[in-house]
């Protein structure tokens, strides 16, 4: 008798299982939904009225575990200012070929430029597209934002900025042309007219 119920027991577990309803998820149609504070894709954080919050500090890149992140800073001038701060990230890289989205950059950035957001698709067909630069990782401009290179909000100090006074951009902020070190200004449209 012990031999006849051997099969019949296994049968059992692939009976139960036939008439289950099926889990199929159909994911490039339908989008998996992450939990709030799912660790995905890395972005650069603007403040309001557009300056980049990123300092340049590169202790971000000293916290990675995986060193996937490379951060080279540059000083900030008053003719091309694109941080309130005395430096910005003029090259940001993040490597997500090594990258164990493990969320300690994000721990260790003093002035919260760096998050993650809830993307995960991350993958490509080439390994140079999946190292991300700054252009990439950097926040979408928003309504009253101005693009960076451009000067600090009127009337506001570098500490406001840190401490979340500054609300949306002057209307008077205007874009300033980026100059590279050594070279002169290319002649604006204001300028020309003059």
């Known amino acids: 008798m012990p031999d006849f119920q051997n099969p019949v027991a296994g049968f059992g577990v692939t009976f139960k299982a036939m008439f289950k309803k099926r889990l199929t998820e159909q994911y490039p149609e339908e989008k998996k939904h992450t939990a709030p504070r799912f660790h995905g894709r890395h972005q650069l954080n603007r403040h309001p009225d557009g300056l980049e919050k990123c300092i340049g500090c590169e202790l971000c890149a000293w916290a990675c575990p995986a060193d996937a992140i490379y951060v080279e800073g540059a000083d900030n001038t008053e003719e091309e200012r694109y941080s309130p701060g005395e430096r910005y990230g003029r090259v940001y890289q993040i490597n997500y070929l090594r990258c164990i989205l493990c969320g300690l950059c994000v721990e260790a950035c003093p002035t919260r430029a760096l998050t993650m957001t809830n993307e995960y698709e991350l993958a490509d067909t080439?390994?140079?597209?999946?190292?991300?630069?700054?252009?990439?990782?950097?926040?979408?401009?928003?309504?009253?934002?101005?693009?960076?290179?451009?000067?600090?909000?009127?009337?506001m100090t570098e500490k406001d900025y840190y401490r979340g006074l500054v609300s949306e951009a002057a209307p008077g902020t205007v874009r300033q042309p980026a100059v590279s070190e050594g070279e002169a200004p290319a002649p604006t449209a204001e300028g020309a007219d003059a």
Do not use: Q
């Not at 080439?126 to 009337?155: C, N, Q, W």
């Open 126 to 155: 080439s390994r140079e597209s999946l190292i991300y630069t700054k252009e990439e990782l950097l926040a979408g401009l928003e309504e009253g934002m101005v693009d960076t290179p451009h000067a600090i909000f009127p009337g």
